[in-house]
């Protein structure tokens, strides 16, 4: 039995396998993400092609996210938001959206939204490829949560990316941050997902701390409509494992709940 919350994992070299996707979608995966800040195309076409392959072998429909870089700072340490830039959508990012819409993806997620603009800009590029796709606007900014009211009316949904935002205000305001954007996304009946370090021990270690389980179903409980997999999914030594896990936690967390109802993606 799978949760009513939405499980997004991100696709990577540690997924690359066709069976493990298949045994991640039988455990509880229901929408994959690609991360256009790493990878080439042709293995971005080749996780397309798997997912693909065996959604369609399962008789499940499993959305796929592309994930666009932004303007970003790469440091040795993780990366960072380039403050000098003038534009949201890179040079980069058009030819990776360009690949996104000649391979079908069902989902774009836009990098460093500050303002309801960013996605108005998006949209525009969209349609200079022949195709306009929905929109998950990444809150990673200070500038995104003095706009957040008119960013979750411009996109079609929203994504708490909660590493980038570590960096833009106190880390222990996250919490709090979180909560409101959830409650106004389902005010607003908009797709709500909470990401970053959600198992991020599970890059090593076959099981979560206590601590990351608690996580996860306090997002659950707060209303999330989905929870992601990032590097523990894309990179990590525990992929199946990871994905399992989340699904578990999503699922005990949703028994405590008197009228949990999901905006899906």
């Given at each position: 039995m799978h949760s009513k919350a939405q499980i997004v994992a991100t696709i990577?070299?540690?997924?690359?396998?066709?069976?493990?996707?298949?045994?991640?979608?039988?455990?509880?995966?229901?929408?994959?993400?690609?991360?256009?800040?790493?990878?080439?195309?042709?293995?971005?076409?080749g996780y397309i092609k798997n997912i693909r392959?065996?959604?369609?072998?399962?008789?499940?429909?499993?959305?796929?996210?592309?994930?666009?870089?932004?303007?970003?700072i790469q440091e040795q340490l993780g990366h960072k938001f380039n403050e000098g830039v003038l534009e949201i959508i890179t040079e980069k990012d058009l030819v990776d959206l360009k690949f996104g819409i000649e391979q079908g993806v069902d989902y774009v997620a836009m990098s460093y939204v500050g303002s309801a603009g960013d996605i108005l800009k998006l949209r525009e590029k969209m349609k200079g490829f022949g195709k306009i796709i929905p929109i998950i606007a990444k809150i990673e900014r200070k500038s995104a949560l003095t706009n957040i009211d008119e960013i979750i009316g411009a996109t079609d949904s929203i994504m708490v990316a909660r590493g980038d935002l570590g960096n833009e205000i106190p880390v222990e305001q996250i919490p709090f941050v979180q909560k409101d954007i959830i409650d106004r996304c389902k005010k607003a009946g908009k797709?709500?997902?909470?990401?970053?370090?959600?198992?991020?021990?599970?890059?090593?270690?076959?099981?979560?701390?206590?601590?990351?389980?608690a996580d996860i179903s306090c997002a659950?409980?707060?209303?999330?409509?989905?929870?992601?997999?990032?590097?523990e999914t894309a990179i990590g030594k525990y992929p199946l494992q990871a994905v399992t896990m989340m699904g578990r936690v999503a699922r005990e967390a949703e028994k405590h709940l008197k009228d949990f109802k999901i905006n899906s993606l």
């Open positions: 990577g070299p540690a997924t690359r396998e066709k069976e493990v996707v298949r045994k991640m979608i039988e455990n509880n995966m229901s929408i994959a993400r690609l991360n256009l800040s790493w990878g080439t195309y042709e293995e971005h076409a392959e065996v959604a369609k072998e399962l008789g499940k429909k499993i959305p796929i996210i592309q994930d666009l870089s932004g303007p970003r797709p709500v997902i909470v990401a970053t370090q959600m198992m991020i021990s599970m890059m090593e270690n076959p099981e979560p701390t206590r601590a990351e389980v659950i409980s707060s209303g999330a409509d989905a929870v992601m997999l990032s590097e």
